[in-house]
């Protein structure tokens, strides 16, 4: 990350190398997307009756709903409980996909740079009559 | 115009000019003026290139960049809420730093134009002068000098001279419309992703938000990838025509300088006074119908 290092810094270095370093970057993005796309994630509903299977994506691919669950639930009681294990689930994919980027931007070394370095030239040619 | 044949009109020749009237009178074999040519002083051609050069700037470039600012910091923020952080931030800066002033390069192009303009009509000047006004009125050893030098000398530096020219106006020209394309398409693109990355990264709370930003970032990063790219292919392009523009315009100063070098002085391309010497003038200048007399 040579390059992109240099242009944070206000620095010229070599375009050619920053745009193959920048498709690098998206690439390797777009692979963790895909990755965790083909993932599968549970979530369970309060009761611990009714647990839910998606995608990393968020599609349902299943339920699993307890036996007893049918005995002890009426209809309105299994629709909340059905509801809370679908929204546990993607709740946890938000939680997996927040800890898959937190690694892969530690993994990049990222150290976002101090505001915008061209700041002072733009003001610059803006101040000028 | 004419003059009395008792007061013969000064002819002007080439390579006496430094002093006198600036203007080159044209006389027939009775020493009447027939016309005068304008001949331009030494320093005009650099003050028409600076009055050009400094030709008013409409503003383009500043009113894009303060276009372009707002638009830049909405998409830096989303970018690096995106998980593409540093990267698409260099390639902001990258994209931006390459940004030009197109009407830089429209100045130069309408300079080596009207430089080119300059010299063609000096060239013709010359050419029509001699061929019109002296060749058929005069004859003898300064009228042939003279002739030869207009035919192999004179035009053919003018004509160097104005293809160098030419090849540098539209040089120049097409580095204006690449700059200017550049110049568009980023704002473009700007303008075109920063209302939706806003919009993504209010939303970039909620999973489905996040990955959209995500995505979205992505597409508009790539695009200004390939932009970017793109600009730095064809300044490539345009850096090896500059080069072979260099290696005419030292073609040029080798036909005006000793060894090409400007350090070892200039050729003697000026044209022998002794072709208007008051003691053979009568046998260097004889006119051409006076065997008819």
């Given at each position: 990350m040579r390059n992109t290092a240099a242009f944070n810094e206000?620095?010229?270095?070599?375009?050619?190398?920053?745009?193959?370093?920048?498709?690098?970057?998206?690439?390797?993005?777009?692979?963790?997307?895909?990755?965790?796309?083909e993932e599968v994630i549970e979530g369970t509903d309060a009761t611990g009756a009714v647990t839910a299977r998606v995608t990393g994506a968020g599609h349902l691919l299943g339920l699993s709903i307890d036996p007893r669950a049918m005995r002890d639930l009426d209809h309105v009681a299994m629709s909340a409980a059905i509801q809370g294990a679908i929204g546990a689930a993607r709740g946890a994919t938000g939680e997996r996909l927040t800890k898959a980027m937190e690694e892969f931007t530690a993994d990049f070394g990222d150290a976002p740079p101090s505001g915008d370095p061209l700041a002072p030239y733009v003001q610059a040619l803006l101040r000028e009559e | 115009m004419s003059t009395p044949p008792s007061e013969p009109g000064t002819l002007f020749v080439p390579g006496r000019p430094a002093s006198g009237p600036k203007e080159l009178y044209i006389t027939d074999s009775s020493g009447n003026v027939q016309r005068a040519v304008s001949v331009a002083p030494a320093g005009s051609a650099d003050t028409a290139a600076a009055s050009a050069a400094t030709r008013t700037d409409p503003g383009f470039f500043r009113s894009l960049v303060k276009a372009l600012n707002p638009l830049r910091q909405q998409t830096r923020t989303a970018?690096?809420?995106?998980?593409?952080?540093?990267?698409?931030?260099?390639?902001?800066?990258?994209?931006?730093?390459?940004?030009?002033?197109?009407?830089?390069?429209?100045?130069?192009?309408?300079?080596?134009?009207?430089?080119?303009?300059?010299?063609?009509?000096?060239?013709?000047?010359?050419?029509?002068?001699?061929?019109?006004?002296?060749?058929?009125?005069?004859?003898?050893?300064?009228?042939?000098?003279?002739?030869?030098?207009?035919?192999?000398?004179?035009?053919?530096?003018?004509?160097?001279?104005?293809?160098?020219?030419?090849?540098?106006?539209?040089?120049?020209?097409?580095?204006?419309?690449?700059?200017?394309?550049?110049?568009?398409?980023?704002?473009?693109?700007?303008?075109?992703?920063?209302?939706?990355?806003?919009?993504?990264?209010?939303?970039?709370?909620?999973?489905?938000?996040?990955?959209?930003?995500?995505?979205?970032?992505?597409?508009?990063?790539?695009?200004?990838?390939n932009l970017v790219k793109q600009f730095a292919d064809i300044y490539m392009a345009y850096e090896s025509d500059l080069n072979k523009m260099e290696q005419k315009l030292n073609d040029?100063?080798?036909?005006?300088?000793h060894q090409g070098d400007p350090a070892r002085g200039r050729r003697d391309l000026t044209l022998t006074p002794a072709v208007a010497e008051r003691a053979n003038i009568h046998d260097y200048w004889q006119p051409a119908n006076r065997d008819l007399r």
């Open positions: 206000g620095r010229e270095g070599d375009v050619a190398g920053l745009v193959r370093e920048v498709q690098g970057r998206v690439g390797a993005l777009a692979d963790l997307l895909h990755t965790l796309s | 970018s690096a809420m995106s998980g593409l952080g540093i990267a698409a931030l260099a390639l902001d800066v990258a994209a931006t730093l390459n940004l030009g002033n197109p009407f830089l390069f429209y100045d130069r192009r309408e300079v080596w134009k009207e430089m080119g303009g300059r010299l063609e009509s000096g060239r013709s000047d010359i050419w029509f002068s001699y061929f019109q006004d002296v060749s058929p009125n005069w004859k003898g050893q300064a009228a042939d000098l003279l002739g030869r030098r207009v035919r192999f000398n004179t035009t053919v530096l003018y004509e160097k001279l104005h293809g160098v020219t030419g090849e540098m106006s539209g040089a120049m020209h097409s580095q204006f419309k690449e700059v200017l394309e550049y110049d568009l398409s980023v704002f473009g693109l700007y303008a075109a992703s920063a209302p939706v990355l806003r919009t993504l990264a209010a939303m970039s709370a909620h999973p489905a938000g996040r990955v959209a930003l995500i995505s979205q970032a992505g597409v508009f990063v790539s695009a200004l990838g040029v100063r080798a036909a005006f300088y």
